[in-house]
Nanobody, 115 residues
Framework: QVQLVESGGGLVQPGGSLRLSCAVS????????LGWYRQAPGKERESVAT???????NYADSVKDRFTISRDNVRKTVYLQMNSLKPEDTAVYYC?????????WGQGTQVTVSS
């Protein structure tokens, strides 16, 4: 059974930091591309950051220079370090693993940026 379990969300003030983690099981982790997506109320889900099997990252313009995606193939975990958070970063953040036509999602973790 494939499981992606996110953690690390919460309430943070503008300018603060959070680190999201996504523990993955049930797949050959090192062969999968990974990503973080987010969905704000009333908006479509959007890509935040992705990372390939060769550790090449890609970021949405809105988070470049603030967010960092990384993967640990031993712990089978993908991370999203989020710095200089803004109120517009408020959303449910989802972890994704994909290989060919196979794609898996976590249940999401809420991130709220507010003073």
């Amino acid at each position: 059974q494939v499981q992606l379990v996110e953690s690390g969300g919460g309430l943070v003030q503008p300018g603060g930091s959070l680190r999201l983690s996504c523990a993955v099981s049930g797949i050959s982790f090192r062969f999968y591309g990974l990503g973080w997506y987010r969905q704000a109320p009333g908006k479509e889900r959007e890509s935040v950051a992705t990372i390939t099997i060769s550790d090449s990252p890609n970021y949405a313009d809105s988070v470049k220079d603030r967010f960092t995606i990384s993967r640990d193939n031993v712990r089978k975990t993908v991370y999203l370090q989020m710095n200089s958070l803004k109120p517009e970063d408020t959303a449910v953040y989802y972890c994704n693993a994909h290989l060919g036509i196979s794609t898996y999602w976590g249940q999401g973790t809420q991130v709220t940026v507010s003073s």
